[in-house]
T-cell receptor
Framework: DQQVKQNSPSLSVQEGRISILNCDYTNSMFDYFLWYKKYPAEGPTFLISISSIKDKNEDGRFTVFLNKSAKHLSLHIVPSQPGDSAVYFCAASLRTAGSYQLTFGKGTKLSVIP | DAGVIQSPRHEVTEMGQEVTLRCKPISGHDYLFWYRQTMMRGLELLIYFNNNVPIDDSGMPEDRFSAKMPNASFSTLKIQPSEPRDSAVYFC?????????????FGPGTRLTVL
């Protein structure tokens, strides 16, 4: 039973355009969401997060949107750069329950074409 | 800070052998997590510790897997005996619940191949 789903295994975008990565979750108790980025032969690195009390969080070129009613979040990268090519993982946790355990999606491989 | 350190980076072993993976978390972090990444299952949590105490090991696939954290700066994940289906990349991550640093920091991973 996959509680966090990333339905697109891969995505290709032209440099300079917007990249939109999507994530759906099934557990309505999740209260904190994160995006991690992973390059080959490296561990995932934290990118951006959002609390369930917010619907948007922005950090430079990266913005995460949360739609609680739809149990959906998305990561927007504007403008996309070739260095953004990586696998992006969506993750969720139950912070108010005192759990820092993360449940990850399977990832979306983003390719930014120069 | 050196970040999370894992060793070895690559391990090739034969079925039935014991495998020990090692992790040094970031100094001062009070949570340590072990993950396994496979094509089929993605990134899955195996076990995590808080202040060196195992909190949830429900992700450990079988009794062949065991993990220890004898002190705040060292943890091991052991597989005995190893099987070909254990082949995967194993990540260790740490985090701190103090201050505002509560995201997980991952090590570079250990790529395990069991022949």
């Amino acid at each position: 039973d996959q509680q966090v789903k990333q339905n697109s295994p891969s995505l290709s975008v032209q440099e300079g355009r917007i990249s939109i990565l999507n994530c759906d979750y099934t557990n309505s108790m999740f209260d904190y969401f994160l995006w991690y980025k992973k390059y080959p032969a490296e561990g995932p690195t934290f990118l951006i997060s959002i609390s369930s009390i917010k619907d948007k969080n922005e950090d430079g070129r990266f913005t995460v949107f949360l739609n609680k009613s739809a149990k959906h979040l998305s990561l927007h990268i504007v403008p996309s750069q070739p260095g953004d090519s990586a696998v992006y993982f969506c993750a969720a946790s139950l912070r108010t329950a005192g759990s820092y355990q993360l449940t990850f999606g399977k990832g979306t491989k983003l390719s930014v074409i120069p | 800070d050196a970040g999370v350190i894992q060793s070895p980076r690559h391990e090739v072993t034969e079925m039935g052998q014991e495998v020990t993976l090692r992790c040094k978390p970031i100094s001062g972090h009070d949570y340590l997590f072990w993950y396994r990444q496979t094509m089929m299952r993605g990134l899955e949590l195996l076990i995590y510790f808080n202040n060196n105490v195992p909190i949830d090991d429900s992700g450990m696939p079988e009794d062949r897997f065991s993990a220890k954290m004898p002190n705040a700066s060292f943890s091991t994940l052991k597989i005995q005996p190893s099987e070909p289906r254990d082949s995967a990349v194993y990540f260790c991550a740490s985090s701190s619940t103090q201050g505002s640093t509560d995201t997980q920091y991952f090590g570079p991973g250990t790529r395990l191949t069991v022949l």
